[in-house]
């Protein structure tokens, strides 16, 4: 056992598969704005999987939500998948023709390195580098983390992937229903949400009837320290 673990400390390396200098890179507003709409893109294809999975399962959204939590998009790639299968051959090439390919592999893995990575520059080779929390393997004192260094143009590219792949998934899936149903809904405030505004209001309309009380009773105080002046006189 070296003295790195013997003290707990392990130092960090980073790998890519080619090698390269880094320089300093500040990401531009069309590429912070690329990477926004692939974000944003990739909510809503995970919001297609919670909606898949609720239609192979059977269960309705407010389930699923209950169910899944905060569970990540590859856990509830996992939970629909297992679903799939239980339900034949037909199910599981379904499955694999909208998530199980390359294609969808490629953007939910850009979405995750821009979402998730840290920026380190550029490479020589003109590719912006992120260092993701995917281990490669240790190395005496050292623990390998990738690196995924795209051109800063694949960032609309993808996005641009992402946002056509949504319309083609739901119409796939047949989840046409399921995503427009919240749009038929009236946006309610929640009941404790209410009282706790109104709880709120009550404590400051007390807290405005101390200060005033409060203030009178020290112009109570002040007027008969006065008046005792006056008699003292």
């Given at each position: 056992m070296?003295?790195?673990?013997?003290?707990?400390?392990l130092?960090?390396?980073?790998y890519?598969?080619?090698?390269?200098k880094l320089?300093p890179h500040?990401?531009?507003d069309s590429?912070?704005l690329n990477?926004?709409?692939?974000i944003?893109a990739?909510?809503e294809?995970?919001d297609?999987?919670t909606g898949?999975?609720?239609?192979l399962a059977?269960?309705t959204?407010?389930?699923?939500?209950f169910?899944?939590?905060r569970?990540?998009?590859?856990?509830r790639?996992?939970a629909?998948?297992?679903f799939a299968v239980?339900?034949?051959?037909?199910?599981?090439?379904?499955?694999?023709?909208c998530?199980?390919?390359?294609?969808y592999?490629?953007?939910?893995?850009?979405?995750?390195?821009v979402a998730?990575?840290?920026?380190l520059?550029?490479?020589e080779?003109?590719?912006i580098?992120f260092?993701?929390q995917?281990?490669?393997?240790?190395?005496g004192?050292?623990?390998f983390?990738?690196?995924?260094a795209?051109?800063?143009d694949?960032?609309?590219a993808?996005?641009k992937?992402?946002?056509?792949v949504i319309?083609?998934l739901?119409?796939?899936?047949?989840?046409?229903?399921?995503?427009?149903e919240?749009?038929?809904?009236?946006l309610?405030?929640?009941?404790?949400?209410?009282?706790?505004?109104?709880?709120?209001?009550?404590?400051?309309s007390?807290?405005?009837l101390?200060q005033?009380l409060?203030?009178?009773?020290?112009?109570a105080?002040k007027a008969?320290?006065?008046?005792k002046?006056?008699?003292?006189d």
């Amino acid at each position: 056992m070296t003295d790195a673990f013997k003290m707990g400390v392990l130092l960090v390396g980073i790998y890519s598969t080619v090698g390269s200098k880094l320089a300093p890179h500040t990401l531009s507003d069309s590429e912070l704005l690329n990477i926004g709409r692939l974000i944003r893109a990739c909510a809503e294809i995970e919001d297609i999987v919670t909606g898949y999975l609720c239609s192979l399962a059977k269960i309705t959204h407010a389930q699923a939500i209950f169910l899944l939590g905060r569970a990540s998009t590859s856990q509830r790639l996992a939970a629909t998948r297992s679903f799939a299968v239980s339900q034949g051959e037909i199910a599981i090439k379904l499955y694999d023709e909208c998530f199980g390919n390359d294609h969808y592999r490629d953007i939910i893995r850009c979405r995750n390195t821009v979402a998730h990575g840290r920026l380190l520059g550029k490479t020589e080779e003109g590719n912006i580098a992120f260092q993701v929390q995917e281990t490669v393997g240790i190395e005496g004192e050292k623990v390998f983390l990738h690196v995924n260094a795209y051109p800063g143009d694949a960032f609309g590219a993808f996005a641009k992937m992402a946002e056509s792949v949504i319309p083609q998934l739901v119409n796939r899936l047949h989840l046409e229903a399921w995503r427009d149903e919240p749009l038929k809904q009236f946006l309610s405030a929640y009941p404790n949400e209410r009282g706790r505004r109104k709880h709120i209001a009550k404590s400051n309309s007390q807290s405005r009837l101390s200060q005033n009380l409060a203030r009178q009773a020290k112009l109570a105080h002040k007027a008969r320290q006065r008046l005792k002046a006056k008699k003292a006189d």
